[in-house]
Nanobody
Framework: QVQLVESGGGLVQPGGSLRLSCAAS????????MAWYRQAPGKQRELVAT???????NYADSMKGRFTISRDNGKKTVYLQMNSLKPEDTAVYYC???????????????WGQGTQVTVSS
């Protein structure tokens, strides 16, 4: 089995920073693109940022300049550094990855369980 486990969420004041981590584990042959999504109460899940296997990144417009996605391929981990946080960044943040396991012929999409980020004074 393959698992993605997020950590690093919590309560932070406006203007503060948080760093989310997402570690992949299990019978992994390779990890392609990794990404962070978020879902605020009453809203659809939206893309935050993506990073390819070679480190090419893309961001949603509202996160550019404030959020940074990175990955450590040796640790099978993707990170999201969030700075200058705003109340509207409050959401559950989900990790996503395209992973090829040893038992599958093609990569499949995997999701973490989500981590709550709350920005409030």
């Amino acid at each position: 089995q393959v698992q993605l486990v997020e950590s690093g969420g919590g309560l932070v004041q406006p203007g503060g920073s948080l760093r989310l981590s997402c570690a992949a584990s299990g019978s992994i042959f390779s990890i392609n693109a990794m990404a962070w999504y978020r879902q605020a109460p009453g809203k659809q899940r939206e893309l935050v940022a993506t990073i390819s296997s070679v480190g090419t990144t893309n961001y949603a417009d509202s996160m550019k300049g404030r959020f940074t996605i990175s990955r450590d391929n040796g640790k099978k981990t993707v990170y999201l550094q969030m700075n200058s946080l705003k109340p509207e960044d409050t959401a559950v943040y989900y990790c996503n990855a395209a992973i090829k396991s040893w038992s599958r012929a093609r990569p499949e999409d995997y999701w973490g369980q989500g981590t709550q980020v709350t920005v409030s004074s």
